[in-house]
């Protein structure tokens, strides 16, 4: 067990347990939704379909997920009092859902008033959350570059929101952008500045404490959170409306940046004290092997440059990231966050009277290792629709069936977690009798 860790600050077990249970259901609708457009939806990166979809999993999936970590991580790693975190749960977690909700709807019907109702419901939401936990984060006394990576973050998901209000607000006919310019500012913050920089500092705990592998080198720990943001503050300059050949370099230079995250991480897990492998390692490996992916298909583009003006060559990055890279590794942390947690709150409950029941008792092994093994099915079919547009539909359905099966399996884990908490409880009414 990790030695800093803060038990005692750890928010309700409801806090974050709400986002973790809603997170795979947008999973499950953006499959269905992948099924039913079927060809069309990898027709372009810009279809209505496909930005639909990838919606539903970046502003619903992802960030309903990595909302709930990060108010559970805060306090018990990062030692922030974050304020109020049920009621902050209570607010955030259910316009983030209607607001996510209203801008899918608004890419696939259009509508310009959906997208301007989507963008206040955001603003509204996560402007609430990053004060708040942008606030835990500064007047903490911890150290370490867990904490940095975490702070970076935060800034990385404040400029995604600036920068998707600014672009639904223009959908929606409030004022003109350049779109296809700001989209791509938008994404590479969204998926480097905020999503992968959280994956940084939580994996910089979670791996080593989890997967007991060695820490990660401190040089690399420090340098990889400054070493992403100024690719992204350089990546943002096309925002002048220049967009000069040397950015390819910086894309290719962030795209390192992520290799190199990968590499390191692959090589830890390799030194872990415990050679038995499991699914939950499993995940954040293919994860990693996605992210090493990436790398090479970006410098492919790059390098041939016919290749990457392709239509199919935005979509295979996006396939990669979105599903291979992030889902992964967010369902592989949820199937170790979710069981640790659940120990967590019973041995509270339990005191000194009781035992509480094992993590591997939460959820079966077995169950997570059929929907870790269906979700990489998913990727690859995913990955084979890209140039071959015929299968969308059953990757589609692949997708959402292995989506389903995790919220289930989490499920299970908070059914697990009630059951076991009710027998402490009637335990402690016995003996008081």
Same mark, same amino acid.
């Given at each position: 067990m990790h030695p800093n860790l803060s038990f005692e600050q750890a928010p309700p077990i409801s806090v974050p347990y709400r986002f973790f249970l809603t997170a795979p259901w947008f999973g499950v609708a953006a499959g269905l939704l992948l099924a039913w457009l079927g060809e069309d939806a990898f027709a372009s990166r810009w279809t209505p379909g496909i930005l639909a979809i990838t919606h539903l999993l970046v502003a619903g999936f992802m960030l309903q997920a990595m909302c709930g970590a990060l108010l559970q991580f805060i306090p018990v790693a990062a030692g922030g009092n974050v304020w109020k975190p049920r009621l902050l749960a209570a607010c955030v977690h259910p316009l983030l859902i209607l607001a996510a909700a209203l801008l899918v709807t608004a890419f696939l019907t259009t509508e310009s008033r959906l997208f301007l109702a989507a963008s206040h419901l955001f603003a509204l939401a996560l402007g609430a959350y990053v004060l708040v936990v942008g606030t835990a984060l500064v007047r903490t006394p911890g150290q370490g570059n867990t904490l940095w990576a975490l702070r970076f973050a935060v800034v990385g998901l404040a400029v995604t929101l600036i920068l998707g209000v600014l672009l639904a607000q223009a959908l929606g006919g409030l004022h003109s952008l350049s779109l296809i310019e700001v989209t791509q500012v938008?994404?590479?913050?969204?998926?480097?500045? +905020?999503?992968?920089?959280?994956?940084?500092?939580?994996?910089?705990?979670?791996?080593?404490?989890?997967?007991?592998?060695?820490?990660?080198?401190? +040089?690399?720990?420090?340098?990889?959170?400054?070493?992403?943001?100024?690719?992204?503050?350089?990546?943002?300059?096309q925002l002048s409306g220049r967009v000069d050949g040397w950015q390819r370099g910086v894309f290719i230079a962030g795209l390192a940046t992520a290799g190199v995250y990968a590499v390191a991480t692959l090589y830890l897990q390799a030194k872990r004290r415990r050679k038995v492998s499991d699914p939950t390692l499993v995940l954040f490996r293919g994860a990693m092997f996605a992210l090493l992916a990436i790398f090479a298909s970006g410098l492919l583009f790059v390098l041939i440059p016919s290749l990457g003006e392709e239509?199919?060559?935005?979509?295979?990055?996006?396939?990669?990231?979105?599903?291979?890279?992030?889902?992964?590794?967010?369902?592989?942390?949820?199937?170790?966050?979710?069981?640790?947690?659940?120990?967590?709150?019973?041995?509270?409950?339990?005191?000194?009277?009781?035992?509480?029941?094992?993590?591997?008792?939460m959820i079966p092994e077995r169950a997570i290792t059929g929907q870790m093994r269906l979700h990489f099915g998913a990727v690859a079919a995913m990955l084979l629709a890209v140039p071959v547009p015929s299968l969308s539909r059953a990757a589609g359905l692949l997708f959402a069936a292995s989506c389903a099966w995790l919220g289930w399996n989490l499920v299970t884990g908070v059914r697990a977690y009630l059951r076991f908490k009710g027998r402490i409880l009637a335990a402690d009414s016995g003996h008081e009798s």
């Open positions: 938008h994404a590479a913050w969204g998926l480097g500045g +905020w999503a992968l920089m959280l994956v940084f500092g939580v994996s910089y705990y979670v791996v080593p404490m989890f997967q007991l592998t060695p820490a990660y080198p401190a +040089w690399l720990a420090k340098a990889l959170p400054p070493a992403m943001l100024g690719v992204l503050s350089l990546w943002s300059f239509a199919m060559a935005p979509l295979w990055i996006g396939v990669l990231a979105i599903p291979g890279v992030f889902v992964s590794v967010i369902s592989g942390m949820l199937y170790k966050i979710v069981p640790f947690l659940n120990w967590l709150h019973l041995q509270q409950l339990a005191g000194l009277t009781q035992v509480p029941p094992n993590m591997r008792q």
